[in-house]
Every structure is written in structure tokens, then in C-alpha cells.
């Protein structure tokens, strides 16, 4: 895809914004699939993330701006993106102890399962689920990750939010969060930067047995060491996605390098040189297959990014 020619080196100092081309996003998904970046764009303060998305305002080119965290959520094209912007606001973090709570302020670009077991050694419960979920909290908070009947609206607080480059304070009910949802999923010139949150003390050696159940119930019922994205569709209510697709006999179905696990039918994987055209067709493929034979239409829970056929 085309990007224009955009002096970025004038506007921004390089302690301000690193500035990287033609960076291969393969490297930075989980599926490992996904073209280059024309223009790879690492803010390193909130500021410099705001200033980044009025310069792109003013420029008309945030329309072809993505925004990537982790990685962990997404099939990119093999065709990669023009403008793709990657915060690095880790030094922002601060946790500061109460008397009776954890105030956790964590930017957007933190790693969630690395903040979560921080903050679970602290003797501070609520992250325990998080310790299993990869990514970066700004992902986390945009799809209200959660599994085991926890999600992170559960102790947010408020949300710093950029917007026609401008920084300000959303509540967490502002966020509009429901299942793997927020208003962030459905405007993605909403910008995270951080957040607030707020653990309350627990009992250390449940913490740590909460954390291992996690664990065990991951390991027994998700494939490992796979490429992937995780869930690539969301339960429909009263179904679990997973089972449909099993049910209609797509289970271990391959198409070119990308298969639908074996061990969880709602993962797809990539065994070693899928493209994201072959995702894509396993993704069609399930969705037309479950909606012919059981009249469920299934939702996708993992983003696409870059130029791809409409499915929904
Ligand atoms: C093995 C595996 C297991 C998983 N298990 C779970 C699970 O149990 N529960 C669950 O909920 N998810 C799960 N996931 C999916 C994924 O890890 C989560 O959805 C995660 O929270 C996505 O975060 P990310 O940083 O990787 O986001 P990305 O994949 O980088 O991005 C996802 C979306 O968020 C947007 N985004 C990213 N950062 C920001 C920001 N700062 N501001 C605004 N928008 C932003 C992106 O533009 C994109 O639209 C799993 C994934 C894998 C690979």
C-alpha cells in the first residue's frame, strides 16, 4: 500500500519518535504473518503520542494509520500497511501502595502478562487472569480481555484516551465495555495512552493458586507454543464458539500453511509459512460453513488489518 513522503525527522526529535521503514510487522504479530510497515512510528511519551496524532490529522493520513500493541489480536495483510504506529510508553508506569489499595497507573504499551504477575506479587488481586493473556494493556483494554469469567473493566478506573490529538481522562463507564468490546473497538481514532487501576490486597497464597488454575486450564485446553491470535471468533450467546465449529466437522481443516487446531477449534494456527490469505479463507470458510448448517451467524474476534475481502 502507498504512503506518501512525510518528513517525520522535521516534526518530532528522535528522542521523541523513532522512525523506521520498511519494518517487517511479521515480527511483530503473534501469527507471525503480516507484510512491512512503510512507516513503523515508536512514540516514546504520551506527548509525542498525541503531538503524533495531530501531525497525522493535519496531514489526512490517520485514516491509513494503524495502530499495533502487542500484536497478539491481529492478522495483518501480506500486503503490510502504510503508516503503523507502535507507542513505547513503559516509563510512565507507577504503582503507588495505599493503606487498602493498589493505584496503578499503566501505559498503553506495558505487557500484560508481566504487569500481572508484578502486581500479583505485590499481594494485590484482581490481574491474576491477565497473567495468561499476551499482548499490551492498550490491546487489553480496546477488546476488554478477559477468560475465566474475569475482563479488565473489572478494575479500571479511567482511561487516558488521545483524540484529534488531544489528551484526556475517560471514565471507565464512558468506555462502554461488554464482551470483548469497549467504544475503542469501534472508533480506532480513539488512541489509549493509560490507565488507572484500582487492586485491592488478597490472600498471597490464593493469589498464586489462582494463577496456577489459570495456567492448568490453558495448558490442557489451548494449543501450545503455536502461532496464533488466540480466539479468532467471539461465543455467540448461549454457544461456544469453539464447539460450533467442531460440530459442523472443520476441526484440524488446513488451508495452505494455516490449520484450525486440533486442540481448540476456535484457534487458528499458523505451522510455519501461512499467509494471511490463508487465514482469511479458513475464517470464510468457518463462517459460512457454521452459518449454513446451524444458522448461527459467528462473530470475529480477531482483527484484520490492511486490505482483506469483507466477511461480516
Ligand atoms: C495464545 C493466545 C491466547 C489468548 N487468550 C486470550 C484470552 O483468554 N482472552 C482474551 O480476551 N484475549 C486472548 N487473546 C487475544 C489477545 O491476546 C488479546 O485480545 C489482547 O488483549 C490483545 O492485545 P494486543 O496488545 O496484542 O493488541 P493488538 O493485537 O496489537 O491490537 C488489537 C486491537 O487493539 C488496537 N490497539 C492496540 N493498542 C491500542 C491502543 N494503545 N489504543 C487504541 N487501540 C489499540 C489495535 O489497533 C487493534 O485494533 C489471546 C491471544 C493469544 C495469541
Redesign the pocket.
Given at each position: 500500500m502507498e504512503a506518501p513522503e512525510i518528513n517525520f525527522e522535521e516534526a518530532f526529535s528522535p528522542q521523541e519518535l523513532e522512525l523506521r521503514r520498511n519494518e517487517p510487522l511479521s515480527e511483530?504479530?503473534?501469527?507471525r504473518i503480516g507484510g512491512p510497515a512503510r512507516f513503523f512510528l515508536i512514540p516514546r511519551t504520551s506527548s509525542a503520542f498525541a503531538r503524533l496524532q495531530f501531525f497525522l490529522l493535519e496531514h489526512q493520513l490517520l485514516s491509513r494509520t494503524?495502530?499495533?500493541?502487542?500484536?497478539?489480536?491481529?492478522l495483518v495483510s501480506d500486503h503490510g500497511l502504510p503508516i503503523v504506529v507502535h507507542?513505547s510508553l513503559d516509563s510512565e508506569l507507577s504503582l503507588i501502595p495505599f493503606a487498602d489499595f493498589l493505584d496503578a497507573w499503566i501505559p498503553?504499551?506495558v505487557r500484560?502478562p508481566a504487569i500481572a504477575r508484578r502486581i500479583s506479587e505485590m499481594g494485590y488481586t484482581g490481574f491474576e487472569?491477565l497473567t495468561?493473556?499476551?499482548?499490551?494493556?492498550?490491546?487489553?483494554?480496546?477488546?476488554?480481555?478477559?477468560?475465566?469469567g474475569q475482563?479488565?473493566r473489572d478494575t479500571i478506573v479511567e482511561i487516558a484516551?488521545?483524540s484529534k490529538g488531544r489528551l484526556s481522562l475517560l471514565s471507565s463507564a464512558d468506555a462502554d465495555f461488554s464482551y470483548?468490546s469497549s467504544i475503542?473497538?469501534h472508533d480506532?481514532d480513539?488512541?489509549?495512552?493509560g490507565a488507572r487501576f484500582r487492586l485491592l490486597p488478597g490472600d498471597p497464597a490464593r493469589i498464586a493458586s489462582r494463577i496456577d488454575e489459570n495456567r492448568e486450564k490453558?495448558i490442557s485446553s489451548?494449543?501450545r507454543n503455536?502461532r496464533?491470535?488466540?480466539?479468532v471468533f467471539k461465543n455467540p450467546d448461549g454457544h461456544s464458539a469453539w464447539s460450533l465449529i467442531d460440530s459442523v466437522g472443520l476441526r484440524g481443516t488446513s488451508q495452505g500453511g494455516a490449520q484450525i487446531s486440533p486442540e481448540h477449534a476456535n484457534?487458528i494456527v499458523n505451522t510455519g509459512n501461512a499467509s494471511a490469505d490463508d487465514v482469511f479463507a479458513l475464517l470464510d470458510l468457518v463462517r459460512r460453513t457454521v452459518k449454513e448448517r446451524t444458522g448461527i451467524t459467528l462473530e470475529r474476534?480477531?482483527?484484520l488489518?490492511g486490505p482483506f475481502p469483507e466477511i461480516q
Amino acid at each position: 500500500m502507498e504512503a506518501p513522503e512525510i518528513n517525520f525527522e522535521e516534526a518530532f526529535s528522535p528522542q521523541e519518535l523513532e522512525l523506521r521503514r520498511n519494518e517487517p510487522l511479521s515480527e511483530w504479530t503473534t501469527f507471525r504473518i503480516g507484510g512491512p510497515a512503510r512507516f513503523f512510528l515508536i512514540p516514546r511519551t504520551s506527548s509525542a503520542f498525541a503531538r503524533l496524532q495531530f501531525f497525522l490529522l493535519e496531514h489526512q493520513l490517520l485514516s491509513r494509520t494503524f495502530l499495533l500493541g502487542g500484536g497478539s489480536n491481529l492478522l495483518v495483510s501480506d500486503h503490510g500497511l502504510p503508516i503503523v504506529v507502535h507507542p513505547s510508553l513503559d516509563s510512565e508506569l507507577s504503582l503507588i501502595p495505599f493503606a487498602d489499595f493498589l493505584d496503578a497507573w499503566i501505559p498503553s504499551s506495558v505487557r500484560v502478562p508481566a504487569i500481572a504477575r508484578r502486581i500479583s506479587e505485590m499481594g494485590y488481586t484482581g490481574f491474576e487472569f491477565l497473567t495468561t493473556i499476551p499482548g499490551e494493556m492498550g490491546g487489553a483494554i480496546v477488546q476488554n480481555a478477559g477468560c475465566y469469567g474475569q475482563e479488565i473493566r473489572d478494575t479500571i478506573v479511567e482511561i487516558a484516551v488521545i483524540s484529534k490529538g488531544r489528551l484526556s481522562l475517560l471514565s471507565s463507564a464512558d468506555a462502554d465495555f461488554s464482551y470483548r468490546s469497549s467504544i475503542f473497538k469501534h472508533d480506532p481514532d480513539l488512541w489509549i495512552a493509560g490507565a488507572r487501576f484500582r487492586l485491592l490486597p488478597g490472600d498471597p497464597a490464593r493469589i498464586a493458586s489462582r494463577i496456577d488454575e489459570n495456567r492448568e486450564k490453558r495448558i490442557s485446553s489451548q494449543p501450545r507454543n503455536r502461532r496464533s491470535a488466540g480466539s479468532v471468533f467471539k461465543n455467540p450467546d448461549g454457544h461456544s464458539a469453539w464447539s460450533l465449529i467442531d460440530s459442523v466437522g472443520l476441526r484440524g481443516t488446513s488451508q495452505g500453511g494455516a490449520q484450525i487446531s486440533p486442540e481448540h477449534a476456535n484457534f487458528i494456527v499458523n505451522t510455519g509459512n501461512a499467509s494471511a490469505d490463508d487465514v482469511f479463507a479458513l475464517l470464510d470458510l468457518v463462517r459460512r460453513t457454521v452459518k449454513e448448517r446451524t444458522g448461527i451467524t459467528l462473530e470475529r474476534e480477531v482483527v484484520l488489518a490492511g486490505p482483506f475481502p469483507e466477511i461480516q
